[in-house]
C-alpha cells in the first residue's frame, strides 16, 4: 500500500517555485511588478508638474527708479519695491557698515539714522526710505578725521568682532542728540536695541561717557 505522496523538492535553484495562489507568477516577480506599477503614476505626476511649472509665467512687479538722501548725497538705482534699505545701502551703494546679522530688527547691528532717528533698515523698504535724509557710519567720519564716538570706541575697546560697533555707533550718535549729558542709567535704557554678542558694554558705556564729555568741550 503506497503512502501519502511527499512533495517533490525544487532541484533547480535558479527557478524559484510558484505560489499556489498565483500560478505562473512567482514571489520575486510578483514584487518586482507591484514596484512598478506603482512607481508608474508617482513619475507621472511628477512629469506633469515639472511641465506646469515651466508653463506658469512669473507674476510681480518688476525693477522701479528709486532715489535716496544718503550721507548728504543723491543715489539712484532700479531696485525691485521688495528689496530693503539695507540690501540697497550693502548691494547697490557698496556702503557696508551697516552689517546684516539678524535681518528681523532685533539686533540693531544695522542701525542708521533716518531724519536723525535710529531705524534697522533691514526692517525699511528703499522704496519708503525717499525723501528722508539717511546717515550710514560712513557718513559720520573717516580714517584720520574719526567722529568724536568712534573715537571714543577705539579709546575704550568698546568693539571685539566688530559686526556690531557700526550699529551702536550710530545709536550713540542719536542718543547723545538728545541726552548730551546722561547718566549710566540712560546710556543702558537709551542703547538698550542694540545687542553685543562679544559683551563689551562695559568698555561701550565709557565710550559713550567720554564722547559726551568730548562733545560738551
Same mark, same amino acid.
Given at each position: 500500500?503506497?503512502? *501519502?505522496?511527499?512533495?517533490?523538492?525544487?532541484?533547480?535553484?535558479?527557478?524559484?517555485?510558484?505560489? *499556489?495562489?498565483?500560478?505562473?507568477?512567482?514571489?520575486?516577480? =510578483?514584487?518586482?511588478?507591484?514596484?512598478?506599477?506603482?512607481?508608474?503614476?508617482?513619475?507621472? /505626476?511628477?512629469?506633469? =508638474?515639472?511641465?506646469?511649472? !515651466?508653463?506658469?509665467?512669473?507674476?510681480?512687479?518688476?525693477? %522701479?527708479?528709486?532715489?535716496? $538722501?544718503?550721507?548728504?548725497?543723491?543715489?539712484?538705482?532700479?531696485?525691485?519695491?521688495?528689496?530693503?534699505? +539695507?540690501?540697497?545701502?550693502?548691494?547697490? =551703494?557698496?556702503? !557696508?557698515?551697516?552689517?546684516?546679522?539678524?535681518?528681523?530688527?532685533?539686533?540693531?547691528?544695522?542701525?542708521?539714522?533716518?531724519?536723525?532717528?535710529?531705524?534697522?533698515?533691514?526692517?525699511?523698504?528703499?522704496? @519708503?526710505?525717499?525723501?528722508?535724509?539717511?546717515?550710514?557710519?560712513?557718513?559720520?567720519?573717516?580714517?584720520?578725521? +574719526?567722529?568724536?564716538?568712534?573715537?571714543?570706541?577705539?579709546?575704550? @575697546?568698546?568693539? /571685539?568682532?566688530?559686526?556690531?560697533?557700526?550699529?551702536?555707533?550710530?545709536?550713540?550718535? #542719536? =542718543? +547723545?542728540?538728545?541726552?548730551? $549729558?546722561?547718566?549710566?542709567?540712560?546710556?543702558?535704557?537709551?542703547?538698550?536695541?542694540?545687542?553685543?554678542?562679544?559683551?563689551?558694554?562695559?568698555?561701550?558705556?565709557?565710550? %559713550?561717557?567720554?564722547? #559726551?564729555?568730548?562733545?560738551?568741550?
Amino acid at each position: 500500500m503506497d503512502g *501519502p505522496e511527499k512533495p517533490t523538492k525544487n532541484d533547480n535553484p535558479e527557478k524559484p517555485e510558484q505560489s *499556489p495562489a498565483s500560478p505562473g507568477v512567482s514571489r520575486r516577480d =510578483f514584487l518586482k511588478i507591484s514596484g512598478v506599477s506603482a512607481a508608474v503614476p508617482l513619475v507621472s /505626476q511628477m512629469g506633469a =508638474f515639472a511641465l506646469s511649472e !515651466t508653463e506658469v509665467a512669473t507674476q510681480g512687479p518688476g525693477k %522701479v527708479p528709486v532715489s535716496l $538722501n544718503v550721507n548728504g548725497k543723491k543715489l539712484s538705482a532700479s531696485l525691485e519695491p521688495r528689496v530693503t534699505l +539695507l540690501d540697497a545701502l550693502r548691494d547697490q =551703494f557698496e556702503l !557696508t557698515g551697516a552689517k546684516r546679522v539678524c535681518d528681523r530688527g532685533t539686533c540693531g547691528a544695522c542701525t542708521v539714522l533716518m531724519d536723525n532717528k535710529t531705524v534697522y533698515p533691514c526692517s525699511v523698504l528703499a522704496i @519708503d526710505a525717499q525723501n528722508h535724509q539717511i546717515i550710514t557710519v560712513e557718513g559720520l567720519g573717516e580714517p584720520g578725521h +574719526l567722529h568724536p564716538i568712534q573715537q571714543a570706541f577705539i579709546d575704550n @575697546d568698546a568693539q /571685539q568682532c566688530g559686526f556690531c560697533t557700526p550699529g551702536f555707533v550710530m545709536a550713540t550718535k #542719536a =542718543f +547723545l542728540d538728545q541726552h548730551p $549729558n546722561p547718566t549710566q542709567e540712560q546710556i543702558k535704557h537709551g542703547l538698550g536695541g542694540n545687542f553685543c554678542r562679544c559683551g563689551t558694554y562695559a568698555g561701550m558705556r565709557m565710550a %559713550v561717557m567720554q564722547a #559726551a564729555k568730548t562733545k560738551g568741550a
